[in-house]
């Protein structure tokens, strides 16, 4: 069975994020740049299951420009076996890359499409519904726990208060969730041999899709600033500022 693995470029999550003064936009210069961490989840599930021997060959697609490249090597570097680089500098909205990521899915018919379940960047947490709904796919979103069973696939789901298992019939879109697995770090030989690993670049124009965005972006406002705290007296001081400052009693 063949893998496909979605994988993001975005800020990383370690890095405090910094807004441009004319609020128009994240500052992004010299920002150390990553692999969202739920596509890493992605990948390291897709890694496994070679492993295991229920996938034979594993592939990472990422929309975006050039610079990301960087995180398909590391998809590469992590144990998949070729990467394909739909090349763009426009912002791609969802539903966009959704209509990319189907394409893929026709032309390489992977038996399994694993997705992050959100891009910590944009948080929108719809690509992959999108493309299952695209692709006409059944879909197990928020995994925390996936089993192959011939052309059947168990998704465990993290819901509210519990989990969900589902049982769905391959070809299937799963996103994953933060306890799937534990991603592994890629080694220096394994880095090495990743930059010898097949690297497809199409543009989205070839693949048909226009990418085009229908939402503007108005402005980006930064949390405010954390107050210093202050020392009371007295418990009755405290209750007194809870009830009649911070007014949560
Ligand atoms: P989102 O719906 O934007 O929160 O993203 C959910 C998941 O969709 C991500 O974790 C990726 O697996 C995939 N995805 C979103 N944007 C891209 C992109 N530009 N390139 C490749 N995969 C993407």
């Known amino acids: 069975m ?3 693995v979605a994988v993001k470029r975005v800020i990383d999550y ?4 910094r807004v441009k003064p004319d609020h128009s936009d994240v500052d992004l210069t010299n920002v150390k740049m990553a692999m969202n961490p739920f596509c890493e989840i992605a990948v390291e599930e897709a890694v496994r299951l070679k492993e295991r021997g229920v996938a034979s060959e594993v ?4 929309v975006g420009p050039k610079a990301a490249q960087e995180q398909l090597r590391t998809a590469l570097a992590l144990g998949a076996d070729r990467a394909i680089h739909l090349e763009t500098d426009e912002r791609v909205e969802s539903l966009a890359v959704a209509k990319l990521l189907a394409k893929v899915v026709e032309d390489e018919q992977p038996g399994l499409t694993i ?15 999108m493309l299952a709904a695209l692709s006409g796919l059944p879909q197990g979103t928020f995994a925390s726990e996936v089993v192959v069973d011939g052309d059947k696939l168990q998704v465990t789901r993290e819901i509210d208060g519990g989990l969900q298992t589902v049982e769905l019939t391959l070809p299937a879109i799963v996103t994953t969730d933060l306890r799937l697995n534990e991603p592994r770090y890629a080694k220096l030989p394994d880095i090495m041999k990743a930059k010898k690993k097949p690297l497809d670049v ?6 048909g899709v226009e990418v085009g965005s229908r939402v503007s972006l108005l402005k980006v406002t930064p949390p405010p600033e954390r107050q210093g705290g202050v020392k009371v007296g007295s418990v009755d001081e405290l209750v007194d500022k809870l009830k ?5 009693l």
């Open 202 to 207: 199409k543009t989205p124009a070839e693949q």
């Open 59 to 62: 592939v990472a697609v990422t």
């Open 115 to 129: 997705l992050g379940k959100q891009a910590i960047d944009t948080d929108n947490n719809q690509t992959g519904q």
């Open 2 to 4: 063949k893998i496909l």
């Open 14 to 17: 370690n890095v405090k994020i």
């Open 244 to 248: 009649n400052e911070a007014k949560v």
